[in-house]
């Protein structure tokens, strides 16, 4: 069965601090590792890691795959109170006939406080 | 178009009606798929559709129906459903043989009283 394991999955932190989320997973025909952030709605993409693109970044936020290891990170510097939902780690699988399947960490809940 | 439209985006529901969730696309994604989110858990996999049909259903109970009539609509059927069914349901599209491109609608927050 596909897992994908995230740590902490709680985190509160004080504004101007940097964080790192973790996660893991153990997958079979992986092809992707996503990670989305979700307050109190739909889940918003941010970045995508394959084999080809390993290290992604937009403004604060970054994120690297380490294939050997089977893991990613997620590192926001310089926290924000904006910056404050879940953050949800997804694993891409191929599930045949050309289409593909999330399998969804647990998230971890970033809390930034002023 | 680059978007996964859905609705209605909320819905509350009584146990004895039947209604409809739909979600549209026009980015020529052939492969769609309906997720499910409980409170405070992940998005977990009901339904996968790919060229129209469907490939795989995650053991979801009858009372779920999914109907994808062309190539850029999903529908999912609702009767008879439980209170515990009340969820965040997400309707997601994608290119076919590649993981690019795998878009999110905004949501139907369903509640069944």
């Known amino acids: 069965e596909d897992k994908v394991v995230q740590s902490p999955l709680s985190l509160v932190v004080h504004e101007g601090d940097t964080v790192t989320l973790n996660c893991s997973y153990e997958?079979?025909?992986?092809?992707?590792l996503l990670w989305y952030k979700q307050e109190k709605k739909a889940p918003t993409f941010l970045f995508m890691l394959?084999?080809?693109?390993i290290e992604k970044k937009s403004g604060r936020l970054s994120s690297i795959l380490d294939k050997k290891e089977l893991s990613s990170i997620l590192n926001i510097t310089a926290t924000q109170t904006g910056d404050s939902a879940i953050y949800l780690c997804?694993?891409?699988?191929?599930?045949?006939?050309?289409?593909?399947?999330?399998?969804f960490g647990k998230g971890t809940k970033l809390s930034v406080i002023p | 178009d680059t978007e996964v439209t859905q609705t209605p985006k909320h819905l509350v529901m009584g146990m004895t009606n039947k209604k409809s969730l739909k979600c549209e696309q026009h980015?020529?994604?052939?492969?769609m798929y309906w997720y499910k989110q409980k409170a405070k858990k992940p998005p977990e996999l009901m339904f996968v559709?790919?060229?129209?049909?469907?490939?795989i259903n995650e053991s979801v109970p009858s009372r779920f129906s999914p109907e994808c009539p062309n190539s850029s609509l999903l529908n999912l059927h609702l009767h008879a459903l439980q209170p515990e069914d009340s969820a965040l349901y997400l309707c997601?599209?994608?290119?076919?043989?590649?993981?690019?491109?795998?878009?999110f609608g905004s949501g139907t927050r369903l509640t069944v009283v």
């Open positions: 997601a599209s994608s290119q076919v043989y590649t993981p690019y491109g795998y878009t």
């Open positions: 997958v079979t025909n992986f092809r992707s």
């Open positions: 394959t084999s080809s693109g």
């Open positions: 997804a694993v891409t699988t191929y599930s045949g006939a050309g289409s593909y399947q999330l399998t």
């Open positions: 980015m020529g994604h052939r492969a």
């Open positions: 559709y790919s060229y129209e049909k469907l490939s």
